[in-house]
């Protein structure tokens, strides 16, 4: 299967980021649709499983009131055919866990850096179906795979904080219909991270949802210090005794004094000032592909061996469904680093890139677009490296 990649260095420069972006009947999505293994029958019967996490946001009057009611998942028979008498959505989170086919989708936006993949989500809905007026913090890519959808879009984007009556919903009751389109099958419309959007299925209709998220820096910040204070713990210094600061009173010596309070800070700074020195440019590209990998949904490693080498030369392999895959440049060569592991590809960039925008592979590929030459023997033995680290599988 071809997946085409459709972002552009136009795209990048004009929208990533900025505003919204109509694919219109990209020649790639439209041509996958037919081999897509979701279809309305298979929807409704993931929505009656335990394992998966779905839910239905529905309302019995005028979509335009903004009266939704919102329900979990999995559903019985007798509940998807009374939600049928009401305007329905319903939204299965992660369908690239139960469908390989659908993760290798994410192909088609190659041009964005892979590890920025977070889930798919798939929505079916009837006509008049909505989730409401709302918006998301991250990048989202809306591919129309059946019907039609109408969709209102605001100029603006809207703050991180939003108030909303619902717990389950960030309904934007204050919502402006600034721009209107429709969403034809093959479409894929783009949208930014906190612009406000809205669609009104105008028929029964199918669609996914490829969501890119990136971690907050907060949250690395505070994986970096502990990283590196984890060999520090046992040399680390306690608060000094309070009472050999300030002028010494019985009468006031449960008073935290400012000079006090001034010396514990100093101690922070100091602790601050070596991290810093620590956190060398190196060392955190470093760090931050060894965080994003970490971020991935990984499998069980892979204990059935021994792997055949005939085996893996006649196979495809296929990254497991939500690991994240980055590279670095380092002195010694390239390191890819995927899921928890990492592993060294020489000084193969042209190999690391292929093996980040492509969710699978055969040694064969691996072969044509590695820029060092290299025996079967090589590949075949980094492809049993990717399999025993439960970052692929053999189809």
């Keep these: 299967m071809i997946y085409n990649n459709i972002i552009t260095e136009d795209f990048i420069s004009k929208y990533w980021q900025k505003k919204p ?26 929505l009656q499983k335990e394992e998966v996490e779905s839910r239905v946001v529905f309302t019995e009057g005028d979509p335009q009131e903004l009266n939704f009611d919102v329900l979990e998942g999995p559903f019985d028979f007798e509940e998807l055919k009374s939600i049928e008498e009401t305007l329905y959505t319903y939204l299965i989170q992660d369908i690239n866990q139960e469908f390989f086919e659908i993760d290798a989708y994410y192909n088609m936006f190659s041009g964005l850096s892979a590890w920025q993949q977070a889930n798919v989500m798939v929505s079916y809905s009837n006509a008049g179906g909505s989730v409401g007026p709302h918006r998301d913090r991250y990048d989202v890519f809306l591919w129309q795979i059946q019907g039609e959808r109408k969709w209102y879009l605001e100029n603006d984007k809207r703050p991180n904080n939003v108030e909303s009556k619902y717990d389950d919903l960030e309904i934007l009751e204050d919502f402006k219909k600034d721009k209107e389109l429709i969403l034809k099958t093959g479409d894929i419309l783009y949208i930014p991270p906190n612009v406000a959007h809205w669609g009104i299925s105008q028929s029964e209709s199918l669609s996914l949802s490829f969501a890119f998220r990136r971690p907050s820096v907060y949250d690395f910040f505070m994986y970096m210090i502990s990283e590196e204070i984890e060999g520090e713990l046992e040399n680390d210094e306690l608060f000094p005794a309070p009472e050999l600061y300030g002028n010494y009173n019985n009468s006031n010596v449960n008073e935290i004094k400012r000079v ?17 020195s620590k956190i060398h440019t190196s060392k955190s590209q470093n760090m931050l592909a060894s965080y994003l990998g970490e971020e991935s949904q ?24 939500g690991i994240r895959v980055s590279y670095t440049v380092e002195k010694e060569g390239v390191v890819l680093f995927a899921g928890f592991e990492k592993f060294n590809i020489n000084a193969d960039v042209p190999l690391a890139e292929f093996l980040c925008k492509n969710k699978q592979f055969s040694v064969s590929q691996l072969l044509k ?19 025993i680290a439960g970052v692929c599988f053999l189809k």
Excluded: W
């Design 260 to 276: 006090y309070s001034d010396k514990i800070i100093e101690l922070l700074e100091k602790k601050l000032e070596s991290l810093k």
């Design 298 to 321: 990984v499998t069980d490693a892979y204990d059935n061996l021994p792997l055949d080498d005939s085996m893996i030369l006649k196979s495809t392999l296929v990254y497991f469904p």
């Design 21 to 46: 972006f109509l694919f219109e009947r990209n020649a790639t999505a439209t041509s996958l649709i037919n081999s897509s293994p979701l279809s309305i029958a298979t929807v409704i019967d993931l």
């Design 369 to 387: 677009v590695s820029s060092i030459e290299s025996s079967d023997k090589y590949y075949i033995e980094l492809c049993k490296q990717f399999i």
